[in-house]
């Protein structure tokens, strides 16, 4: 016998639909106070999106609106993994290190650069322990970044 979960149902007679954008609803209000109690001190504020790739955005132009708003406009450029999916949308393309799924929409809108994936096993220097293995990813990282593009860099 399957089980479900009373929450949606109620939910959806309550408010089918609600964007985030200046209204909230009491389910996501209580969902978000109770998130963020659960959070370390001084990261108690709360955004819902509606997936993967919309959450990959938002936390891009997070990171873009904390530099420019510390006057660092240069700070435009990331860093994400190879082998790495990050989403449908345009940006969050950007970020994608599978390079075939982002050839059909030709140059990315985000300057990335892409370091090697988080599997140990595939460590450089044939480390499987995750000391090794975080020694490895942390060189990789460094030699991506040529020095006069570290400042540009979010």
Not at 36 to 52: D, H, M, Q
Not at 129 to 146: D, I, K, N, Q, V
């Amino acid at each position: 016998m399957v089980r479900r979960w009373a929450g949606p149902p109620r939910q959806l007679e309550r408010l089918p639909f609600n964007t985030n954008w200046s209204t909230a609803h009491p389910p996501a209000i209580e969902l978000a106070q109770r998130l963020a109690a659960l959070a370390p001190e001084g990261l108690g504020k709360v955004f819902f999106t509606s997936g993967g790739s919309e959450s990959v955005e938002a936390a891009w132009k997070i990171a873009r609106q904390y530099h420019l708003a510390n006057g660092e406009e240069q700070r435009r450029r990331a860093i994400a993994r190879r082998i790495a999916y990050h989403g449908v949308t345009l940006g969050a393309l950007s970020f994608t290190g599978v390079q075939a799924m982002k050839e059909p929409f030709g140059p990315a809108p985000i300057p990335v650069s892409h370091v090697s994936n988080t599997n140990a096993y595939r460590a450089a220097d044939g480390g499987d322990e995750r000391p090794s293995a975080g020694a490895s990813l942390t060189r990789s990282s460094r030699r991506s970044w040529p020095k006069a593009q570290r400042r540009s860099r979010c």
